[in-house]
């Protein structure tokens, strides 16, 4: 009988060793990075995860990034927006990827929907383009009736700047030269519209 329990126990704790998943720790980049550097804590840095069957990844965001395109993704960007390529004012782009947990209540909250309109109009009277992008429509039906949206399904923008799905929308950035600032997932607007005032 004790042979047998102790059988039991050791299956039981086998499977349950097996069954939990291998954790990977990298940065948004899809760059695997060591459990130290994922554990440095800062003001610009985020965390979440991304399960598979077999393996949770944990994900340390940096939420205001930088970069730049190249010539060529840069064209095809400002050709997707309908831009001429002789344009030279800052691009700023409001990114929605999808219905999340994050803003799955922002569709019926006035204060979003206010926003929308306040920074369209401040946007406007500063100058500056500003383009409202959705990769999916869930959870967006009556914000898509508060300004023209521009359709990424065919995941165009998406490809350039989110190597994957961030909480609630993002923004994006882009300079004359095809420089740009991200701010992936949740961010303030106004800090977004002082970001596209700055001369590159």
């Known amino acids: 009988m004790k042979k047998l329990l102790t059988a039991i126990i050791l299956l039981t ?9 291998k954790e990977v720790y990298i940065n948004d980049n899809l760059q695997e990075i060591s459990k130290d ?9 985020r965390f979440q995860n991304v399960e598979t069957d077999s393996i949770l990844y944990k994900v340390r965001v940096e939420h205001k990034g930088s ?11 400002k050709t997707f927006l309908n831009i001429p390529e002789s ?20 569709d019926t909250n006035q204060y979003v929907i206010n926003d929308i309109k306040t920074y369209k109009r401040k ?7 500003l383009y409202f992008v959705y990769r999916e429509t ?4 009556n914000r898509l009736k508060k300004t023209n949206w521009i359709d990424d399904t065919s995941g165009t923008i998406e490809n350039l700047f989110f190597r994957m799905k961030y ?27 002082n970001t596209a005032k700055e001369e590159y």
């Open 167 to 193: 909480p609630c929308d993002s923004a994006i950035i882009i300079f004359p030269d095809g420089s740009f600032k991200i701010f992936r997932g949740e961010h303030i607007w106004e800090e977004v519209l």
């Open 87 to 106: 344009n030279t004012k800052n691009i700023a782009i409001h990114y929605y990827q999808g219905l999340d947990r994050c803003n799955q209540h922002s």
């Open 37 to 45: 550097e994922y554990n440095k804590r800062g003001k610009n840095y």
């Open 67 to 77: 970069g730049k395109l190249i010539i060529s993704d840069f064209n095809n960007l």
């Open 123 to 129: 946007f406007k009277n500063s100058g500056l383009n």
């Open 138 to 141: 869930n959870g967006l039906k």
């Open 13 to 21: 704790l086998s499977q349950i060793l097996f069954s939990q998943k």
